[in-house]
């Protein structure tokens, strides 16, 4: 897939970690003016995902690491999302020079470097190759022999991509020496000759009177992630609010919060902030989905359904509200229907434990039906 292959008119993109060399909110005015959208987070909707590279920095200092990073990127990948780097996305949206043209495939980078595949994905992810997707260059191919070398010494993806911005323009790192080192109790830090610290890529426009502001609420939004995912709801419901204060319109930070006000028992706040990223969003199916899950579960079927049945009109490949609802149908008496939706679900989803429940439950409406029939 060449830079030109993503259409940003109709895409959506979610971002996962702030971009270091642009601020978010200019990025979405300009997606926004080329009929696209550009959100925090990651919806069921979303098409494309942009990888900031400030997720590094945050992934250095946690217990997950690049792990986690790697997680994320085989679950979006496996999700069918189109993955994109920070440079590759801004050079899609015109914001940033393309390089030079270029003729290297993947594959001849990996076996004329000897770098893995992985590894070289995720290098090309967090932009420390000249192009973040191949057709490569041969200055990437000199890259690729140079960060393979630095494997080869004990260093991580991780260690190398936090490195070589450091430098300016990774392109310009084909002239320079890499070598792993130890200093300050780091055995995989890569230093380079000569090197000081700035953003890379060229601009070009100035960003100007960019405000402060868009730093502070990536930062904020990262660490209400943060503390979400290490189960300090409470702490995360409170960073979400800030984000909303900063940003109102912030559709998936109110539907952040109101997961964690579910998961703290908040219920009444919950559904406030459900009930807030629909109006801000009305085709957030999962924020549909969500309250009705918290109307079940404080009885209010008659609610749960109609939440459910908007789930399903807004997304009808979502599997998991066909199933709930027909939970409710079958408990409500409306067996047929019911049945129908637990058919649907197993076109959908036949090999889950949910599947096997969804099974047992249309060949028990079969047998009464049948009963009823005789």
Known sequence: MTAGAVTVAGAVFGSIGAMAAFPLRLAAREVERQHGQLQRGITRRTTHVVFGRTLLASAGSTKNGDAGIERRVAAERAAGRTLISENGFLRRLGLMKAPEASSLSRQSLIEQARLSGADLDMLSLFDAFEHDIEPYSFRDLILARKYAGLVAGGATWGAIARSVHRSGPV?????????????????????????????????????????????TLEELFAEAEAAEEGGDHDAAAALYQRCLAIDPSDAIAAFNRANCLRAGAHAAEAAHDYARAIKLDPAFVEAWFN????????????????????????????????????????????????????????????????????????????????????
């Open 171 to 215: 392109a310009s790192l084909t002239a320079k020496s890499l070598n792993v080192g130890s200093q300050h109790g780091r055995p995989d830090a890569i230093y380079l000759e000569g090197g000081q610290s700035e953003l890379d890529g060229q601009l070009l426009f100035d960003l100007g009177s960019a405000a402060h502001g868009d730093d």
């Open 291 to 374: 309250l009705a899950g918290l109307m079940s579960e404080q009885g209010r079927d008659a609610s749960a359904r109609k939440h459910l049945q908007k789930a399903i009109a807004l997304d009808r490949n979502y599997a998991d509200p066909m199933f709930n609802l027909a939970r409710l149908e079958f408990d409500a008496g409306n067996l047929v229907e019911a049945r129908r939706l637990w058919v649907r679900y197993l076109e959908l989803d036949a090999d889950s434990e949910w599947a096997r429940v969804a099974a047992k439950g249309v060949q028990f409406v079969d047998m009464q039906l049948a009963r009823t029939a005789g």
